[in-house]
């Protein structure tokens, strides 16, 4: 969409050569990124290779930009610059010449756009686990418009809130973190005027320092009750093995090999609990990295916000 269009149409000295300019959007932030563009003629007909001479005014009459573009094939130019941090507020002006061998053969009206203070978001908290509630708030958004936020990544989006603005172009409300993998996203607000701002936002896997101690007690539970129990095991075997010196020498033979295999199976046993302790051991240093990971990219997305 082209805005604030101007057009001008040279002398006939300078045969018919007309050029226009435009900007891409009528609003833009401090920080945001402007594209100017237009058209050069000569008689009405695409001139292409003709350089164009662009030069941008603030409301001061500064020049925070200027730029030579060449006309292509089809008469079109273009070129881009960011509004500079600290730059004045308001209504700025554009302005193309073309030159043809050295000579301005076109100068195209002003063409106008207006200047706002940087936008804002805010996400609380910074990371989240899936499912979790999230709330965001925004500053100088266009007054009453609607404002869509999204969570983006490797070319794709998602929405995950429509919101209209206040008079006073503040936004604000919640969304749900949608099921996606544990990584840094980038959430994004932007309005139908086209003022956008974006925040750093982390998605991790719940926090697992509740499953290591519960993990953690259970292994002691099974390790203190398995104890008591090959305790008492062992010592109803001594038992036995004292009490059977007074039993015949055929009857004693069998209670022997039956306590002899009684006292493998409690070996098996404790060779099986230590097992599942080395099982556990390592099921809980597992879990103990996730927990680190996810601590790294809570410090990561910390980091990534706290930048401007």
Request: aromatic fraction near 4%; hydrophobic fraction near 45%.
């Amino acid at each position: 969409m082209a805005f604030a269009m101007g057009l001008c149409i040279a002398p006939a000295s300078a045969q018919a050569y007309a050029v226009t300019v435009s900007s891409d959007k009528a609003t833009y932030a401090v920080g945001a990124v402007v594209t100017l563009s237009g058209t050069v003629t000569n008689g009405g007909v695409a001139a292409s290779g003709v350089l164009v001479s662009v030069i941008v005014n603030d409301p001061a009459g500064g020049i925070p930009y200027t730029n030579i573009a060449t006309s292509s094939a089809t008469g079109a130019y273009s070129t881009s610059f960011k509004i500079p941090p600290l730059s004045l507020l308001g209504t700025w002006s554009v302005i193309a010449t073309a030159s043809v061998n050295g000579a301005q053969v076109a100068t195209s009206a002003p063409a106008t756009f207006a200047v706002t203070s940087p936008t804002t978001l805010t996400l609380t908290p910074a990371w989240a686990s899936p499912g979790a509630t999230v709330s965001f708030t925004g500053t100088n958004f266009t007054a009453s418009s609607r404002t869509t936020v999204t969570l983006s990544w490797s070319g794709l989006s998602v929405t995950l809130a429509t919101v209209n603005a206040t008079a006073a172009g503040a936004v604000s409300g919640t969304f749900v973190v949608p099921a996606v993998q544990s990584q840094v996203y980038s959430v994004t607000a932007a309005d139908a005027a086209g003022l956008a701002a974006t925040a750093m936002f982390g998605v991790g896997q719940p926090d697992t320092s509740a499953l290591v101690t519960s993990v953690n007690t259970a292994l002691t539970n099974l390790q203190n009750n398995v104890t008591a129990t090959l305790a008492s095991v062992n010592s109803a075997i001594s038992t036995l093995n004292t009490n059977v010196a007074g039993i015949p020498a055929s009857v004693q033979s069998a209670v022997s090999s039956g306590l002899s295999s009684l006292s493998s199976t409690v070996s098996t046993i404790q060779t099986t609990v230590n097992n599942l302790q080395g099982t556990v051991n390592s099921l809980t240093g597992n879990v103990n990295g996730i927990a680190g990971t996810l601590n790294g990219l809570s410090t990561s997305v910390n980091q990534l916000s706290a930048k401007p």
